[in-house]
Antibody, heavy 123, light 107 residues
């Protein structure tokens, strides 16, 4: 059974880089059946899409992040990571990783999620 | 960006009620719309994709429909476990965007 687990610091200082990892068990991140994504949810608000990484390593990001985000995959560890640089208090949120199924006839977004990890940006 | 306008923001209902939540997109989605249920402290759970396709393992009391740029999530015979917040999400065009959410409360 597929399981996703986020990990990383719960507290990041302003202007520093937030780094999170999503460890995947039960399937391969390089499987052509799936893509993978990062989302976040500020307290009391709706989820916000951060970006996706395709099984072949191609990435797409939310323009609202102004180029601050990168996502990379490590197939040897079966995990993918998010880096968000120059963070401010506005980046405080619960961060989730999730899976996208890509069977025909079309994509199924975010059918499996990690439990989420709280990240607070504060000095 | 595609704007997703969800209504109502809060809905009070009783066990056994039929409830309807609406999501309007600022442009055509070609049915690339999903619905999620979220409970406090938990990750969202996928209920519906492609506007009306029920995700495997989800109760058939949940259904989705579409009319142009307006999408509807219907919950039949509301159960105690259904009291939660529901979100729509478009995945036609990047950036993928969510509605503001509808909290279904116990009347």
């Amino acid at each position: 059974q597929l399981h996703l687990q986020e990990s990383g610091p719960g507290l990041v200082k302003p202007s520093e880089t937030l780094s999170l990892t999503c460890s995947v068990s039960g399937d391969s991140i390089s499987s052509s059946s799936y893509h993978w994504g990062w989302l976040r949810q500020p307290p009391g608000k709706e989820p916000e899409w951060i970006g996706n990484i395709y099984y072949n390593g191609i990435t797409y990001f939310n323009p609202s992040l102004n180029g601050r985000a990168t996502i990379s995959g490590d197939t040897s560890k079966n995990q993918f990571s998010l880096n968000l640089k120059s963070v401010t208090a506005a980046d405080t949120a619960v961060y989730f990783c999730a899976r996208i199924r890509i069977p025909p006839p079309g994509w199924v977004p975010y059918d499996v999620w990690g439990q989420g990890t709280v990240v607070t940006v504060s000095s | 960006d595609i704007q997703m306008t969800q209504s109502p923001s809060t809905l009070s209902a009783s066990v056994g009620d039929r409830v309807t939540i609406t999501c309007r997109a600022s442009q055509s989605l070609n049915r690339w719309l999903a619905w999620y249920q979220q409970k406090p402290g938990k990750a969202p759970k996928l209920l519906i994709h492609k506007a009306s396709s029920l995700e495997s393992g989800v109760s058939s009391r949940f259904s989705g429909s579409e009319s142009g740029t307006e999408f509807t999530l219907t919950i039949n015979s509301l159960q105690p476990d259904d009291f939660a917040t529901y979100y729509c999400q478009q995945y036609k065009i990047y950036p993928w965007t969510f509605g503001q959410g509808t909290k279904v409360e116990i009347k």
